[in-house]
């Protein structure tokens, strides 16, 4: 059974830092692509950043890069997004998703979700 377990969300200030942990079970980590999402109250879910497991390839959100970092350990079978210089526009719940194949940053795309985590960021 495919799991996902997001920790690591919390309040922070503008320009504050938090680190995302998405814990996986159930599944190889080389074969398959980790996404971070988000999705504040009233907006559609957005792909944050996305990796690929097997070769560890990366893309990234216009309105994240250079901002957030997202990386694998795969003995650990853990993705995190470390956030940096938050934004009071980064307010949402973050989820953490797994699909076959390569990363992708479109929601859609992935079968398998977590149960999120939220992260305030005030100004």
């Known amino acids: 059974e495919v799991q996902l377990v997001e920790s690591g969300g919390g309040l922070v200030q503008a320009g504050g830092s938090l680190r995302l942990s998405c814990a996986a079970s159930g599944f190889t980590f080389d074969d398959y692509g980790i996404g971070w999402f988000r999705q504040a109250p009233g907006k559609e879910r957005e792909g944050v950043s996305c990796?690929?497991?097997?070769?560890?390839?990366?893309n990234y959100a216009d309105s994240v890069k250079g901002r957030f970092i997202i990386s694998s350990d795969n003995a650990k079978n853990t993705v995190y997004l470390q956030m940096n210089n938050l934004k009071p526009e980064d307010t949402a719940d973050y989820y953490c998703a797994v699909r076959a194949g390569s990363g992708s940053l479109y929601y859609l795309d992935y079968d398998y979700w977590g149960q999120g985590t939220q992260v305030t960021v005030s100004s």
């Open positions: 990796i690929s497991g097997s070769h560890g390839s990366t």
